[in-house]
């Protein structure tokens, strides 16, 4: 009787183990400049887990949406996040200046035009080093793995690229990085001063809206075919759409529902989308993945070329591409493929 109760115990805990979720956190700290708090999020197994250098994650998010909705999203399995700490990783993720939950300057409640772009990259570098410096002393530990989507590729390049010494291992997915000829971040685009060719739109303001309705049809416009579920499943691209909007207080205010993204990632972009790159990632001396999907419409090709030929100083460096996938891989039917590829590249010893 007492080793079938012993039994019985031991198969609780392991399926208790199993379904635990994981302890998530929700704090603010202090940005490296006076007045800005910057809102972090971290999950990490419910068992503890001791940090070390190889085991902490931090994701960085793109141009136009907060952390949360990109990393966490709670619907059904998709949460980026709860993968990684189900597979034993401590996970952070934040939002920088004017973004989600973090600080918003007194321009994000001006009407746009009245300001210049907000959140130059300079700046989100300088977040990402207030959230790694606050990892790094939190967990006792001396570097910090990064990843990161879209703009948050190139501001995680950015960062390293001048910090290599706090960085384990650093992970590009959909980066944008000096392709001269970027159509749809440079010359021709929205960006683009008309009358003035090799100047930027200061007419775009401080920030921008951004609608369900909007992110709907640029996701839709990636996927090559007619029917849009043979990409990803039916409701996640509603479910990610609405979660976004619910870090914007004022979303709601607006018809349709829209939150504010700041301008400063489309200056910066267009310069580098016009042959002016703001950093160089032969200044990157850290095992380097750069990843994205098939028709991924931020990040061309070019641009991972050229950032493969200029990781000269990486002393491992990778480059991935995902069949049949878009800018938004993570929340279509090949992630776990995405995941994995990531994982594996973070996991290995190098």
């Not at 998530?24 to 971290?42: C, H, N, T």
Request: proline residues 5%.
């Amino acid at each position: 009787m007492k080793a079938r109760r012993l039994l019985a115990l031991f198969l609780l805990l392991a399926v208790t183990n199993v379904i635990a979720a994981p302890v998530k956190q929700d704090e603010y700290i202090d940005a490296l400049d006076p007045g800005i708090k910057l809102f972090v999020r971290s999950k990490q197994p419910e068992r503890t887990v001791r940090a070390t250098d190889d085991n902490v994650v931090l994701f960085v998010h793109g141009a136009t949406y907060p952390s949360t909705p990109d990393f966490d999203l709670q619907y059904k399995d998709y949460s980026w996040a709860d993968w990684m700490v189900d597979k034993g990783y401590i996970v952070y993720m934040f939002d920088k200046r004017n973004y989600g939950f973090s600080t918003r300057e007194k321009a994000m409640d001006q009407p746009a035009a009245s300001n210049k772009p907000v959140t130059r990259s300079f700046l989100a570098v300088r977040d990402i080093g207030a959230v790694v410096d606050h990892i790094r002393k939190r967990h006792g530990i001396n570097k910090v793995t990064l990843i990161g989507w879209s703009w948050g590729a190139t501001t995680a390049g950015y960062y390293t690229s001048l910090n290599s010494e706090k960085v384990k291992k650093l992970v590009m997915y959909a980066p944008a990085y000096a392709y001269a000829q970027h159509t749809n971040l440079g010359a021709g685009s929205g960006s683009q001063d008309k009358r003035k060719p090799n100047e930027f739109n200061y007419a775009l303001g401080a920030y921008r809206l951004g609608s369900k309705a909007a992110n709907d049809g640029r996701w839709d416009g990636e996927i090559p075919v007619a029917d849009k579920n043979t990409f990803r499943e039916e409701g996640v691209r509603d479910a990610f759409a609405l979660e976004a909007l619910k870090t914007d207080p004022t979303s709601e205010s607006r018809s349709p529902a829209s939150l504010r993204a700041p301008n400063g990632v489309l200056e910066d972009s267009f310069m580098q989308a016009t042959g002016r790159r703001i950093w160089n990632a032969s200044s990157i001396y850290v095992p380097t993945l750069v990843i994205a999907g098939e028709f991924d419409t931020w990040s061309f090709p070019e641009d991972r070329e050229l950032l493969m030929r200029d990781l000269t100083n990486a002393p491992v460096k990778k480059l991935v591409m995902i069949k049949n996938a878009t800018h938004f891989v993570l929340f279509e039917k090949p992630r776990l493929q995405f995941f994995g590829e990531i994982h594996d590249f973070i996991s290995t010893a190098q």
